[in-house]
């Protein structure tokens, strides 16, 4: 049995309804983060919570309930699912329109995998690629290109040949000890984890730029790295069937600044929450 939580009541998923005229679903308005969960607390939860408030705030929308309860629900759902290490999903909708939004935590087991990832470029960018949007569809087909050519994932690629960002994943190259990331300039997500590598960098002496990044510059990086919430810091192997170099060094420092930035946010969880 699946279990959720839906406007606060822990359920199971066979059982859980939300109005058919939830805007949601008519309407796709609505914003969702993905939160890793280790040893049954979210990881960066603050950050992804602010993350999520912003972009709610820009469709005139606001979480139901108050942070420290958003935050009990998820420890609670991770819990009774008995899922202490995985993924959980905070999603807010815009509710009925007579009614209140809608908020929809669900909580799953997810493997992190490490092994460096091959990668095909898709032309296109994903519309208001800045919010965390319930709508996947230009990333599911890119994710479906990615798949017809026997490939793990799709870096998007603008008319002027630009990598932007891969389909759940933000997009770092090093190169001649420089890490680099493209800019927020409206065409990529702001990514948590994204936000997180570029300070622990620059604290350790990593120099940072954010910069665009040519497709044709791909093959010339110490390694290429891909950043999410759930999968942390993984390498690319290829992009369009063109081998990457792997730097291991620079990615073994950044991923242990990573763990332990991890550990100190579940820290502050468990001091704010008292969980």
Not at 73 to 83: D, H, K, N, W
Not at 94 to 104: E, F, K, S, V, Y
Not at 205 to 223: K, Q, R, Y
């Amino acid at each position: 049995m699946t279990l959720l939580m839906l406007n606060g009541e822990l359920q199971p998923a066979e059982r859980a309804l939300v109005p058919a005229l939830d805007r949601g679903l008519t309407h796709g308005l609505g914003l969702y983060e993905t939160i890793k969960l280790a040893s049954g607390l979210p990881v960066f939860f603050d950050e992804h919570m602010d993350r999520l408030d912003r972009g709610l705030a820009q469709l005139d929308l606001r979480t139901p309930y108050p942070r420290v309860v958003v935050a009990s629900q998820v420890v609670r759902l991770a819990r009774a699912a008995a899922i202490p290490n995985g993924a959980c999903r905070v999603l807010v909708t815009a509710g009925a329109p007579r009614g209140g939004p809608t908020i929809l935590i669900q909580a799953e087991v997810r493997s992190f995998p490490t092994h460096p990832l091959t990668l095909i470029s898709y032309r296109a960018l994903r519309s208001a690629a800045d919010l965390k949007s319930k709508t996947f569809t230009t990333s599911h087909l890119a994710q479906q290109a990615a798949k017809a050519a026997g490939a793990d994932d799709a870096l998007f690629v603008d008319e002027d040949g630009r990598a932007h960002e891969a389909t759940t994943a933000n997009l770092f190259l090093y190169r001649d000890g420089v890490l680099c990331t493209p800019p927020l300039d409206g065409s990529i997500l702001p990514g948590v984890i994204r936000n997180q590598v570029m300070t622990l960098a620059r604290d350790d002496g990593i120099p940072v730029a954010e910069s665009h990044i040519a497709v044709d510059e791909l093959s010339s990086a110490d390694t290429l790295l891909l950043t999410s919430s759930v999968r942390g810091i993984v390498q690319a192997a290829s992009v369009d069937g063109v081998p990457l170099a792997t730097d291991q060094q620079v990615t073994a420092r950044l991923r242990a600044l990573l763990r332990s930035a991890e550990t100190a946010s579940a820290e502050r969880f468990t001091a704010t929450y008292n969980t």
